[in-house]
């Protein structure tokens, strides 16, 4: 870095693979000052109303599920839910990464499953699923959603990047896509409420589906598991 260019072994060894090409193509100055950015408004500067947005997308619920919670719940009127999953195994050489998309009646609008060479651990293919997921929303044009997760980890790393520094660059760029819905909510969900999605994200790993697409409704193979979630579920 002192010489003006970037130490390309060590960018490798500390940034993740998909955002190493981007950092060495960025240029910097030595001789300005380092400046801090807030990301998540249009000045670079921090401002209440851009605070509260970003806390509201942030929100978790801490406290103990009750019975009543642990099945999946139909969202508001005009608000998409979707439900994301990872499958991922230290013994495995890909991991699953799924959504599904449901609108407040229940119906599965979009899904998704791919299929990735191994990630380093369970929180990157949880990340890099999220921003699949997140990416996938805003290109079909919803704005208003909520994103259930079944992972405490990655709440934890949204609020604080530094627990995985390998990722940070990852982490912001989910954090601006987040912030730039309508309205958004990313909540921690038990299991039990993700279950379609972790069902179509394990299918990668367990049943070697490798197929990667997204398509309109839901998987066939789900289909009644689907409708007795949308009839037992309430608004």
Request: net charge neutral.
């Amino acid at each position: 870095m002192k010489s003006g260019t970037w130490n390309i072994q060590r960018v490798r060894e500390v940034i993740a693979e998909e955002d190493v090409g981007l950092v060495l193509n960025t240029c910097f100055d030595l001789s300005s000052q380092d400046v801090k950015v807030w990301g998540f408004s249009g000045s670079g500067i921090y401002n209440s109303k851009s605070g509260y947005k970003l806390a509201e997308t942030l929100e978790t619920f801490q406290s103990p599920p009750s019975p009543a919670t642990l099945k999946w719940q139909k969202p508001p009127l005009g608000v998409v839910k979707c439900n994301i999953s990872s499958s991922w195994t230290s013994s495995s050489n890909i991991f699953g990464s799924a959504w599904i998309a449901r609108d407040s009646f229940g119906t599965p609008l979009f899904h998704s499953r791919r299929a990735f060479p191994a990630a380093a651990s369970t929180l990157e293919a949880e990340l890099y699923t999220l921003g699949l997921a997140v990416n996938a929303l805003h290109d079909l044009h919803f704005q208003r959603v909520i994103i259930e997760i079944s992972s405490p980890r990655v709440l934890e790393a949204l609020f604080n990047p530094a627990v995985v520094p390998t990722m940070a660059l990852g982490i912001s760029r989910i954090l601006r896509s987040l912030n730039s819905f309508a309205q958004c909510q990313l909540l921690d969900a038990p299991v039990e409420v993700n279950s379609m999605a972790v069902e179509i994200a394990s299918s990668v790993t367990r049943d070697r589906r490798l197929q990667s697409y997204v398509a309109k409704g839901g998987p066939s193979w789900l289909s009644s598991f689907l409708l007795s979630e949308a009839r037992s579920s309430s608004i």
